[in-house]
């Protein structure tokens, strides 16, 4: 059974930092593509950033680009999302995803002073 479990979300203010991690299992991790998507409140969900299988290879939404990095750890079977320079627009809940339509439960994001 696929599971995807994030972690890591929670209230930061707007300019800080956080890093996402999201537990993989029940897949062979590593032959994959993973993808984090976020939804806003009130809003549909909006792809973030993806990674290929090996890591080798990055893709970002313009409203991401420059300060978010995605990145995975095969050997632990985990996918991480770094965000920096974060604002209010970025409040959301976070997902990793799957291809096949594999979402975790998502972590929350609030972006506030």
């Known amino acids: 059974e696929v599971q995807l479990v994030e972690s890591g979300g929670g209230l930061v203010q707007p300019g800080g930092s956080l890093r996402l991690s999201c537990a993989a299992s029940?897949?062979?991790?590593?032959?994959?593509?993973m993808s984090w998507v976020r939804q806003a409140p009130g809003k549909g969900p909006e792809w973030v950033s993806a990674?290929?299988?090996?890591?080798?290879?990055?893709y970002y939404a313009d409203s991401v680009k420059g300060r978010f990095t995605i990145s995975r750890d095969n050997a632990k079977n985990t996918l991480y999302l770094q965000m920096n320079s974060l604002k209010p627009e970025d409040t959301a809940v976070y997902y990793c995803?799957?291809?096949?339509?594999?979402w975790g439960k998502g972590t929350l994001v609030t972006v506030s002073s």
């Open positions: 995803s799957l291809r096949g339509g594999y």
């Open positions: 029940g897949f062979t991790f590593g032959s994959y593509d």
């Open positions: 990674i290929n299988s090996g890591g080798g290879s990055t």
